[in-house]
């Protein structure tokens, strides 16, 4: 139990294109979803975290409209990287909160974003 | 939430038991301990978590200290899968938490 997936596992788009990136809870509803950013040989950065229903809340220093957040349903949270440039160039991962559950966050198999 | 320090990187032979220690002397009496590992270009896998007693699973054993300031995660049988970074991460729970990942300790088991 307890799957996190996300679509898709890479992506190559052009600078100046907008990228969507898909995560979902497989077996579980999420009330609460969040999205990571990790570049080569560093740590994962909290870049939001999604309530469903919600307005996703930013970390400091994240461009909210530049990683636009949407969680529509329990199952389901998008990030749209829009007018990606080369810098934007990582590897973003998400994770579920099951609803009802303060506990561990399930973790999605991650992104990996090339802008060229 | 509290910060933790933990050793750049660690070696262990595959069959013994790795020892990952984790330092958190500023945690309040609220915060868990949990343990997350990444495997290379993977996302992030939980391991385990507790609060102040000792904890086991399938896949380790939480030690913490009587002070809780600080823990050490032991892989019981470490096997060359078990390489990977291991995150030790102080968090209250609440619907507000949310996990602050440092720089881990890389593990790695050789034959």
């Known amino acids: 139990g307890a799957v996190v997936s996300q679509h898709p596992s890479w992506v190559i788009c052009k600078s100046g294109t907008s990228v969507k990136i898909e995560c979902r809870s497989l077996?579980?509803?999420?009330?609460?979803m969040f999205w990571y950013r990790q570049f080569p040989k560093q740590s994962l950065m909290l870049m939001a975290t999604s309530n469903e229903g919600s307005k996703a809340t930013y970390e400091q220093g994240v461009e909210k409209d530049k990683f636009l957040i949407n969680h529509a349903s329990l199952t389901l949270s998008t990030l749209t990287v829009t007018s990606a440039h080369p810098e934007d160039s990582s590897f973003y991962i998400c994770s579920a909160r099951e609803s009802g559950s303060s506990y561990e966050q399930y973790f999605g198999p991650g992104t990996r974003l090339t802008v060229t | 939430d509290a910060k933790t320090t933990q050793p750049t990187s660690m070696d262990c032979a595959e069959g013994r038991a790795a020892n990952l220690p984790c330092n958190h002397s500023t945690i309040s009496g609220n915060e868990y301990v949990y343990w997350y590992r990444q495997i290379h270009s993977q996302g992030p896998q939980y391991i385990i978590h507790g609060l102040k007693n000792n904890e086991t699973n399938e896949m380790a054993s939480l030690i913490i200290t009587e002070d809780r300031k600080s823990s050490t995660l032991i892989l019981p049988h470490a096997t060359l899968r078990d390489t990977a970074v291991y995150y030790c991460i102080v968090t209250s729970t609440g619907t507000a938490s949310k996990l602050t990942f440092g720089t881990g300790t890389r593990l790695q088991v050789t034959l």
């Open positions: 077996d579980f509803q999420a009330t609460t």
